[in-house]
């Protein structure tokens, strides 16, 4: 904890005074009740319960003293918050291992339900964009607010040949920062990549300069990236990590399945889909995300649940003053209230 007035933490240094006070007028008082009766009766008459109960207002009411003399420093923590803008763009591998059956039903249904769960459950404010990918990166639902649209959007996942997990890193970013200029094409197909002719050439966008700031720095965007193999196209993953990390971006990859994988047979090719363990954990460790594995549907969901209050929620400096301030008005409160139920008083 911190505090934006360090300065008025002096306030502290009258408690003891007070302390000093208060002891200072109990045995006046009780020199003045000696006058009248003797030690022993006065003894007889206070029992010990109700001896200790007689400082427990005061006690309270120093303690209110102590709280509020810390909220006027204007104490600031770190501290959860819901994210009031964010985007998260879900990455999902559409290739054709993802038909496997080593997660039931099947990996891409496993997936599929499970990303639908997670969306279900992110705050309203949170925008949702959806990114397939196999041999190349397509954007199936640009970020929407919309979560019918995303559901729909999951629903139509095609399986395909080929799993460039690099494009869809790359896509993902694009869709993040429609306006910073990344050559989609040229990142994903290479210097020599085909390109059309623009109907208007004024509107040619031009390319921008990076300036590549701290990983994971960048709060309001996230890349969930989920897939069950290995690159076996497009762009390498790390380096569409780093492109990542240089803006900040956290990318928490999720792979399905097992690390030996299946034989599975897919448009007449006959494969193993293995998972690249070692690859997922690089990018997850280059861009500050983390990496989950799930090795069955249940953990698949408990994964997207785990996500969810990740992605959901920020820690920020946050100044606490008010509940100091609560809380000192709560112990004034109760000290003055004890102090009429037993005494008839206010302290």
Not at 160 to 176: D, E, M, N, Y
Not at 320 to 343: G, N
């Amino acid at each position: 904890m911190t505090f934006l007035w360090p300065d008025m933490l002096w306030l502290l240094v009258a408690l003891p005074a007070l302390v000093a006070l208060y002891i200072f007028l109990l045995r006046r008082k009780k020199k003045a009740a000696l006058r009248y009766a003797s030690l022993s009766l006065v003894k007889e008459a206070l029992g010990a319960g109700q001896r200790f109960r007689r400082h427990v207002p005061p006690l309270l009411f120093l303690l209110a003293l102590a709280t509020m003399s810390i909220a006027v420093a204007r104490p600031a923590a770190i501290v959860r918050l819901p994210m009031q803008q964010q985007t998260i763009i879900l990455a999902m591998d559409v290739s054709g291992s993802m038909r496997a059956r080593d997660v039931e039903p099947n990996r891409l249904v496993a997936a599929q339900e499970a990303a639908k769960a997670f969306v279900a459950e992110l705050p309203s404010g949170v925008r949702v964009g959806v990114v397939s990918f196999a041999g190349t990166a397509a954007v199936v639902q640009p970020p929407t607010h919309s979560r019918e649209d995303v559901v729909a959007a999951i629903d139509r996942f095609q399986l395909q040949r080929g799993t460039a997990i690099g494009s869809g890193i790359i896509l993902s970013l694009a869709t993040i920062f429609p306006d910073a200029g990344i050559d989609v094409s040229e990142s994903i197909y290479g210097r020599d990549a085909p390109r059309s002719v623009p109907l208007d050439p004024g509107r040619v966008r031009e390319k921008k300069e990076l300036t590549p700031v701290p990983p994971g720095s960048y709060a309001s965007a996230a890349i969930v990236l989920l897939t069950d193999g290995q690159r076996t196209t497009g762009p390498d993953s790390l380096e569409a990590a780093r492109m990542a990390a240089d803006r900040g971006v956290r990318v928490f990859t999720v792979g399905v399945g097992t690390p030996s994988g299946e034989v599975i047979g897919f448009e007449g090719w006959s494969f193993r889909a293995r998972l690249d363990e070692d690859t997922l954990k690089a990018i997850a460790d280059l861009t500050r995300g983390e990496y989950f594995r799930a090795g069955t549907a249940m953990d698949l969901k408990k994964i997207y649940r785990n996500l969810n209050t990740r992605l959901a929620f920020e820690k920020k400096a946050t100044e606490i003053t008010a509940l100091f301030s609560a809380a000192a008005a709560v112990l004034a409160f109760v000290s003055a209230l004890l102090s009429l139920l037993w005494f008839n008083r206010i302290l």
